[in-house]
């Protein structure tokens, strides 16, 4: 796999709304094994249903979550993940996530993750207490705005 770019992996370590608590070197871990994707405009990331094999974890652009029971679809931008909770369940994809514009985003596949993960304990635990923390946000802003704060 071609090496990652610094700039990528600035971004990456720097995103509020990202995998926060990964470190720098986590970053060039994880980037080195990944696999770099482009999206156009209209192209799903993941489909609801659909059982996917990794995460994305975007670089460039922004993508639409489409939650059908709801009207609101929050976005996703550079620095932020997408395919967390069914990698956390190993289930299917609890919502479609369609590119609004060029996405470009590394995708890490679940078997690549878990083996860093069994060379790199402490990897694993900076990984999870990201996701962890990025559901917590992200049920807030769901939540939130029907309890009017």
């Keep these: ?6 700039a990528d992996l600035s971004l990456l370590s720097s995103a509020k709304t990202g995998l926060r608590y990964l470190t720098p070197n986590d970053w060039a871990l994880i980037a080195d ?3 770099r994707i482009r999206f156009k405009k209209g192209d799903y990331l993941m ?7 990794g995460v994305y974890l975007l670089l460039k652009g922004t993508a639409q979550v489409r939650i059908y029971a709801q009207g609101n679809h929050p976005l996703l931008g550079p620095g932020e993940v997408c395919g967390e909770m ?6 299917r994809a609890s919502v479609s996530v369609v590119a609004n ?20 304990p ?3 635990s900076r990984f999870y207490r990201s ?10 802003d769901l939540i ?6």
């Design 144 to 149: 939130e705005p029907a309890m009017g704060h």
């Design 122 to 124: 402490h990897l694993a």
């Design 86 to 91: 069914s990698f956390l369940e190993n289930g």
């Design 1 to 6: 796999m071609p090496r990652p770019i610094p």
């Design 33 to 35: 094994k990944a696999s």
């Design 47 to 53: 489909q609801s249903g659909k059982l996917p094999d």
């Design 131 to 140: 996701l962890a923390t990025n559901l917590s946000r992200r049920l807030r």
């Design 101 to 120: 514009e060029e996405v470009e985003a590394y995708f890490i596949a679940r078997a690549t993750l878990q083996g860093l993960f069994r060379l790199f």
